[in-house]
Every structure is written in C-alpha cells, then in structure tokens.
C-alpha cells in the first residue's frame, strides 16, 4: 500500500451529520460556444446536481458526467439512478466519509456519482463546523494557477483567434483539442505564432498504436505533454507509445481511480497526471492519488469538465494542496456560459490566478432564480 503523510485524513475523519432535505436536480445551461473533442460536441452543459440540507444548511455535489456516454461510460442518467438506488441509501449520519467511501466500494464503478455524494456531504461537514474545503483537504488559502482547454476549431485560424484571446486573459497554459486529420497543421500554426507559450494537445482517445510514428512528428512543437491520445480505457498500449515519444504522455479518462494512477505510473504509461476528482471517485480518492504520483515524482493538475460554478469551486479549492505542480484546465466562467447558477464566478486576476471561493465549504452560492431557470428535472427524495 501506499505511504500517506499528508494531513487529508482530516477529510476522511469528518462525520456525516443530519441530512433533512435531499434533492436531485438536472440543469442544462447554454455554452456560449459549442465545445467539441475528438468525441464529441456540446451545445449546452447538463449536469446533475445533488442538494443536500442540514441544521439549516445548503450543500451541494455536482456529478461530472455529460448527458452522453461520448468521454466517460457514465451520464447524467446513469449517475441518477445509482445515487438514489445505490449510493445514497448506504450514507448513515454518524460515519465518517472515510467509512462512506469503503461501503461505496461494495458498488462496482461509478465514481462520477461517488465523488457526487462525497461532494455534496463533504461541503455540508466543512459548512456544519464553519471551514473553507480547501482546510479540510489539507491545502493553504492561496491563489491557483489557471489554464484553458480549447474545443476542436474548424481551421487553423479560428484556433488560432481563440489563442490569442486566451494568451491576452493571461492563461498560464494552453490545451488544445486534436483528433486524426486536425493536429500536425493545427500545432504548428500555434507554434509559429507562439513561440513560447506552455502548449499541450488533448486527443481523447483518438489514435491507435499503429498510430505511433505520425504522434512523433508531435516532439517537434515542444508541447508540455500530449493527454490521452490512445483509448479511453488503456494503459499498456499509452506505455509503449511513451517509450517512442520524447513529450511526455498525460492519462486522462483511463484513470478512475487510485489503483489505475498506481498500474500507469508503474508501467511508465504516463510522465504526468490529469486529475479529475469527479472521475475517480471524489476528494479522498484524489488526495491518495496526489500523494502517490508525488512520491513518484510524477506532475498532477487538475483537469475539469466544464463544470458550472459549483464543481469549478471543489476542483479549485483541491488545486490548494501540494502536489498540483502544473496548471489545469480551470478557466474563468464567462468563457463558459452567460449565466451560471453559482456566485462568484470564477476570474483571473492580473497575473492570471485564480482566488479560491471565500466562505465555508466550496465558498460559492447558487442563486435560485437561475437554477429554476436551468432546471429541467428535478426530484425531492426526503
Ligand atoms: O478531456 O479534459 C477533457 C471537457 C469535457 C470532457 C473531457 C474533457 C474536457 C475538457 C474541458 O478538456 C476542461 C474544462 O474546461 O473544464
Ligand atoms: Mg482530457
């Protein structure tokens, strides 16, 4: 097993508290542009929240999963089902969360609706005693590095026009989406123009091994790493490609979870890590993984999946503790949506950081009007 130093037992010795209002809502709240992978394209971000009430208390979880199987096997629909089914009728007030999360290990898979209810309970445990998440989790209040993700374009120069904007907001790095057919031309045009911006390409599962002598010509653009460009489920086959590549590799959704961190950094699958903390099971899960890739010397960041302003306040207070060495893919809410169901929204600040949420739990608010306005389902379950 894995040697754990780190304060985050905190986190794992929260009780669960009295739970009076339980709430499942689905939102749908309209990108401002569509964002495409290699998968996939959304026109609208739907995601499931969990609403929790207690001692006169609000928390929230937002589960990770898109209405579609396209990045991830779970979605909107499924996480539903197995946290009212499976997930929540297990959570007993009196444990702690580190109890809760080896009875959910009895439900095989679904980490996305895990991290949801762990989510959800963990920011009422932080609101209950009055703390920020980020104490609970062991890291300082201090501002986070900020990075973007750039949908798949449709020619080199709207990509380039969506660089541009994002070098002048002051990005610390930049992600670009690639599939078969938009890469090779699409980096170099970066490149030209950028000389010496931190640049990373994402292909989400797009290549195969056969694939390896054109994802070579990639060592030529000086990218900080290339994510996920072999199938959304392997590791073997990423670490042979490591071995023919000088960019590091970067694992994305083949992680789900502590033992799937520890198998790729053994097999050398990977150099660095895209953490989600909604893919892999929550915030326990991901410190143990954080502490692991450390003592490995592997590089983590933080990864998102163009959370509204609720999961983006949780991957932001986990960018706090040690161990997040690279900047991830948090970037500010108005690049997402016009209007978000959370305050405040997420912003950089002249050096391009981002402050984390003020207040208890995950620091930010949902406004009523805006969730009732982007609710298309939703179900009282106590
Ligand atoms: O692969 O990291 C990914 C969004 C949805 C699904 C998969 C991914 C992404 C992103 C966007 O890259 C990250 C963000 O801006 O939140
Ligand atoms: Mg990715």
Not at 115 to 138: F, I, M, Q, W, Y
Not at 209 to 236: K, V
């Amino acid at each position: 097993m894995v040697a754990t130093t780190r304060s985050w037992h905190g986190i794992a010795g929260e009780r669960i508290g009295a739970v009076d209002r339980i709430e499942l809502v689905v939102v749908r709240i309209p990108f401002i542009t569509p964002f495409a992978i290699s998968t996939a394209e959304w026109t609208v971000k739907e995601a499931l929240l969990l609403r929790l009430d207690g001692d006169g208390l609000t928390a929230w979880g937002e589960c990770v999963a898109d209405p579609d199987p396209y990045y991830a096997s779970e979605t909107t629909s499924t996480a539903r089902h197995i946290i009212k089914d499976f997930l929540l009728p297990i959570v007993e007030p009196g444990i702690t969360i580190g109890e809760l999360g080896a009875r959910f290990r009895r439900v095989r898979g679904h980490q996305m609706a895990k991290a949801t209810v762990e989510n959800a309970l963990v920011d009422l445990a932080a609101k209950r005693s009055g703390r920020p998440l980020h104490e609970l989790l062991g890291g300082p209040r201090r501002r986070i590095m900020s990075g973007v993700s750039i949908g798949l374009k449709d020619t080199p120069d709207e990509l380039l026009a969506a660089v541009e904007e994002a070098v002048a907001a002051g990005y610390h790095r930049v992600k670009m989406k690639v599939k078969k057919g938009k890469d090779l031309e699409y980096v170099r045009a970066v490149r030209e123009r950028f000389g010496d911006l931190p640049l990373m390409v994402d292909a989400n599962g797009d290549y195969a091994l056969s694939d390896a002598d054109h994802l070579a010509r990639l060592d030529d653009y000086a990218l900080t790493m290339i994510e996920q460009p072999l199938s959304y489920s392997d590791i073997y086959q990423h670490s042979i490609l490591q071995r023919r590549l000088t960019t590091p590799l970067c694992l994305d959704e083949s992680v789900h979870d502590l033992d799937d961190a520890a198998a790729a950094i053994a097999l050398g699958a990977c150099r660095i890590l895209n953490l989600k903390q909604g893919r892999v099971g929550g915030l326990i899960e991901s410190l143990r993984i954080v502490d692991h890739a450390a003592a490995h010397g592997i590089p983590v960041w933080s990864g998102g999946m163009d959370e509204t302003g609720i999961g983006r306040a949780v991957n932001i207070h986990l960018q706090t503790v040690d161990g997040f060495s690279l900047p991830g893919d948090t970037s500010e809410t108005r690049r997402y949506f016009v209007e978000d169901i959370a305050d405040p929204p997420v912003v950089l600040d002249g050096e391009g950081f981002i402050e984390v949420p003020p207040g208890p739990g995950i620091g930010v608010t949902v406004a009523p009007d805006r969730l009732a306005a982007f609710t298309i389902h939703s179900e009282r379950l106590r």
